[in-house]
Nanobody
Framework: QVQLIESGGGLVQAGGSLRLSCVASGRTLSDYDMGWFRQAPGKEREFVAAVSSSGGRTRYTDSVKGRFTISRDNAKNTVYLQMNGVKAEDTAVYFC??????????????????WGQGTQVTVSS
Protein backbone atom coordinates (compact mmCIF):
# COMPACT_ATOMS: atom_id res chain seq x y z
CA GLN A 1 0.00 0.00 0.00
CA VAL A 2 1.21 3.49 -0.87
CA GLN A 3 -0.06 6.71 0.71
CA LEU A 4 0.42 9.91 -1.28
CA ILE A 5 0.11 13.40 0.13
CA GLU A 6 0.17 16.46 -2.12
CA SER A 7 1.06 19.98 -1.05
CA GLY A 8 2.01 23.31 -2.55
CA GLY A 9 -1.29 24.35 -4.08
CA GLY A 10 -2.83 27.75 -3.57
CA LEU A 11 -3.87 30.97 -5.24
CA VAL A 12 -1.50 32.41 -7.84
CA GLN A 13 -1.76 35.18 -10.41
CA ALA A 14 -1.68 34.36 -14.08
CA GLY A 15 1.91 34.20 -15.26
CA GLY A 16 3.17 33.19 -11.84
CA SER A 17 4.68 29.95 -10.55
CA LEU A 18 3.90 27.19 -8.09
CA ARG A 19 5.67 24.00 -7.14
CA LEU A 20 3.56 21.05 -6.12
CA SER A 21 5.04 18.23 -4.05
CA CYS A 22 3.85 14.69 -3.50
CA VAL A 23 5.34 12.69 -0.66
CA ALA A 24 4.88 8.95 -0.54
CA SER A 25 4.86 6.60 2.42
CA GLY A 26 4.34 2.89 2.76
CA ARG A 27 6.65 1.82 -0.03
CA THR A 28 9.60 3.23 -1.83
CA LEU A 29 8.63 5.56 -4.65
CA SER A 30 11.37 4.27 -6.93
CA ASP A 31 9.22 1.18 -7.59
CA TYR A 32 6.66 3.24 -9.52
CA ASP A 33 6.18 5.51 -12.47
CA MET A 34 4.48 8.63 -11.09
CA GLY A 35 1.97 11.01 -12.61
CA TRP A 36 0.18 14.28 -12.02
CA PHE A 37 -3.45 14.68 -13.04
CA ARG A 38 -5.92 17.51 -12.59
CA GLN A 39 -9.65 17.90 -12.39
CA ALA A 40 -11.52 21.14 -12.93
CA PRO A 41 -15.12 21.60 -11.74
CA GLY A 42 -17.54 19.75 -13.98
CA LYS A 43 -14.77 18.10 -15.98
CA GLU A 44 -13.15 14.71 -16.04
CA ARG A 45 -9.79 14.09 -14.46
CA GLU A 46 -7.09 14.64 -17.06
CA PHE A 47 -3.44 13.75 -17.46
CA VAL A 48 -0.88 16.50 -16.89
CA ALA A 49 2.56 14.89 -16.64
CA ALA A 50 4.30 11.65 -15.78
CA VAL A 51 7.81 10.47 -15.00
CA SER A 52 9.32 7.01 -15.17
CA SER A 53 10.46 5.20 -12.03
CA SER A 54 14.09 6.07 -12.74
CA GLY A 55 13.31 9.65 -13.73
CA GLY A 56 14.74 9.18 -17.20
CA ARG A 57 11.51 9.54 -19.18
CA THR A 58 8.80 12.16 -18.94
CA ARG A 59 5.54 12.92 -20.73
CA TYR A 60 3.35 16.01 -20.75
CA THR A 61 -0.01 16.92 -22.06
CA ASP A 62 0.32 19.42 -24.90
CA SER A 63 -1.23 22.32 -23.00
CA VAL A 64 1.53 22.36 -20.35
CA LYS A 65 4.58 21.56 -22.47
CA GLY A 66 7.25 24.20 -21.99
CA ARG A 67 5.56 25.52 -18.83
CA PHE A 68 5.41 22.60 -16.39
CA THR A 69 8.20 20.27 -15.32
CA ILE A 70 7.80 16.98 -13.50
CA SER A 71 10.69 15.63 -11.47
CA ARG A 72 11.33 13.18 -8.69
CA ASP A 73 13.73 12.65 -5.83
CA ASN A 74 13.59 8.98 -4.98
CA ALA A 75 15.85 9.46 -1.97
CA LYS A 76 13.17 11.75 -0.51
CA ASN A 77 10.27 9.65 -1.82
CA THR A 78 8.93 12.81 -3.42
CA VAL A 79 7.63 13.86 -6.83
CA TYR A 80 7.36 17.49 -7.90
CA LEU A 81 5.44 19.48 -10.46
CA GLN A 82 6.98 22.87 -11.19
CA MET A 83 4.34 25.08 -12.75
CA ASN A 84 5.55 28.23 -14.51
CA GLY A 85 3.61 30.72 -16.57
CA VAL A 86 0.32 29.50 -15.14
CA LYS A 87 -2.92 30.36 -16.88
CA ALA A 88 -6.52 30.59 -15.73
CA GLU A 89 -7.25 27.29 -17.46
CA ASP A 90 -4.74 25.57 -15.16
CA THR A 91 -7.17 26.07 -12.27
CA ALA A 92 -8.05 22.62 -10.91
CA VAL A 93 -7.48 20.15 -8.14
CA TYR A 94 -4.15 18.46 -8.81
CA PHE A 95 -3.61 14.82 -7.91
CA CYS A 96 -0.47 12.76 -7.85
CA UNK A 97 -0.66 9.07 -8.57
CA UNK A 98 1.55 5.98 -8.52
CA UNK A 99 1.33 3.74 -11.55
CA UNK A 100 0.86 0.01 -11.86
CA UNK A 101 3.78 0.08 -14.27
CA UNK A 102 7.49 0.76 -14.42
CA UNK A 103 9.04 2.71 -17.32
CA UNK A 104 5.74 2.84 -19.25
CA UNK A 105 4.89 6.46 -18.31
CA UNK A 106 1.16 5.94 -18.74
CA UNK A 107 -1.17 8.82 -19.47
CA UNK A 108 -4.52 7.17 -18.68
CA UNK A 109 -6.02 7.26 -15.19
CA UNK A 110 -6.59 3.51 -15.49
CA UNK A 111 -2.82 3.04 -15.47
CA UNK A 112 -2.49 4.35 -11.93
CA UNK A 113 -3.10 2.40 -8.78
CA UNK A 114 -2.63 4.81 -5.89
CA TRP A 115 -3.93 8.38 -5.65
CA GLY A 116 -3.48 11.29 -3.32
CA GLN A 117 -6.32 13.46 -2.03
CA GLY A 118 -5.43 16.39 -4.23
CA THR A 119 -4.35 19.99 -3.78
CA GLN A 120 -6.25 22.97 -5.14
CA VAL A 121 -4.57 25.32 -7.60
CA THR A 122 -6.42 28.52 -8.42
CA VAL A 123 -5.08 30.95 -11.01
CA SER A 124 -6.46 34.47 -10.96
CA SER A 125 -6.48 36.45 -14.18
Amino acid sequence: QVQLIESGGGLVQAGGSLRLSCVASGRTLSDYDMGWFRQAPGKEREFVAAVSSSGGRTRYTDSVKGRFTISRDNAKNTVYLQMNGVKAEDTAVYFCAASFYTNIVATATSGYRYWGQGTQVTVSS
